[in-house]
């Protein structure tokens, strides 16, 4: 029934911004937590900014003070800022959440592709 749906991503030249939003629709109140992560070529998948219900953020080392998460405008969804954007961020960004404290399973998007070039 859940279903989360990104968009935003893009081309982006260095120190250029690109926002990613979020969309999560379906059977969701309140999640425990909401993010996200991406995947460059021939990487593993890592952290980028997760959103904690209450509010509290966390930042991948890679992405903190040039990155901002937030709630989105629309229900139940979250936005991501990218600012000073490199070439080391192109990748694959994907939505992120996990329902309640308890849970035993997560949910993901699709993913949008990030690419910064000059």
């Known amino acids: 029934q859940v279903q989360l749906v990104e968009s935003g991503g893009g081309l982006a030249q260095p120190g250029g911004s690109l926002t990613l939003s979020c969309e999560i629709s379906?059977?969701?109140?309140?999640?425990?937590?909401m993010g996200w992560y991406r995947q460059a070529p021939g990487k593993q998948r890592e952290l980028v900014a997760i959103?904690?219900?209450?509010?509290?953020?966390e930042y991948g080392d890679s992405v903190k003070g040039r990155f901002m998460i937030s709630k989105g405008n629309a229900k139940n969804s979250v936005d991501l800022q990218m600012n000073s954007l490199q070439p080391e961020d192109t990748a694959v960004y994907y939505c992120?959440?996990?329902?309640?404290?308890?849970?035993?399973?997560?949910?993901w998007g699709q993913g949008t592709q990030v690419i910064v070039s000059s």
């Open positions: 992120y959440v996990y329902p309640r404290p308890d849970s035993t399973y997560d949910y």
């Open positions: 959103l904690r219900s209450g509010g509290g953020k």
């Open positions: 379906g059977r969701m109140f309140s999640p425990s937590r």
